[in-house]
């Protein structure tokens, strides 16, 4: 079982939905992945490496709004900076994608 933890410590994520502008190959990545570029609104436009091309290809995730944690520090990745997580679920066949159930503007936070 997971560690309880407190609302502040909740309130210091912040999670919110972003709008997939750019998928790009990243063939430098170890496990194959797809380099992601997300408008976040207010917070911005930032990239990310994502292990999802199991079952996403660059034309299903263009202009789909996706869900990211986007207060994390810059993580390198081979040549690559990572600004922010992708969320999803894995399961045998590949990471699934957390997403939106109806569009909301790029930027809203996660409540």
Same mark, same amino acid.
């Given at each position: 079982?997971?560690?309880?933890?407190?609302?502040?410590?909740?309130?210091?994520v *912040?999670?919110?939905?972003g709008?997939? *502008?750019?998928?790009?190959?990243?063939?430098?990545a170890?496990?194959?992945a797809?380099? *992601?570029w997300?408008?976040?609104?207010?917070h911005?436009?930032k990239?990310?490496?994502a292990?999802?091309?199991?079952?996403?290809?660059p034309?299903d995730?263009?202009?789909r709004q996706?869900v990211?944690v986007?207060n *994390?520090?810059?993580?390198?990745?081979?040549p690559?900076?990572?600004?922010?997580l992708l969320t999803?679920f894995?399961?045998?066949?590949g990471?699934?994608?957390?997403?939106v159930?109806?569009?909301?503007?790029?930027?809203?936070?996660l409540?």
């Amino acid at each position: 079982m997971s560690e309880t933890i407190t609302w502040q410590d909740f309130e210091r994520v *912040l999670i919110a939905a972003g709008t997939v *502008l750019r998928v790009e190959d990243f063939p430098e990545a170890r496990k194959p992945a797809w380099k *992601l570029w997300v408008d976040f609104g207010p917070h911005g436009i930032k990239k990310t490496s994502a292990q999802v091309k199991a079952l996403y290809r660059p034309e299903d995730l263009v202009g789909r709004q996706i869900v990211g944690v986007i207060n *994390l520090p810059p993580k390198q990745v081979g040549p690559f900076v990572s600004e922010f997580l992708l969320t999803g679920f894995p399961t045998d066949e590949g990471v699934v994608i957390t997403t939106v159930e109806r569009p909301v503007p790029n930027g809203t936070r996660l409540s």
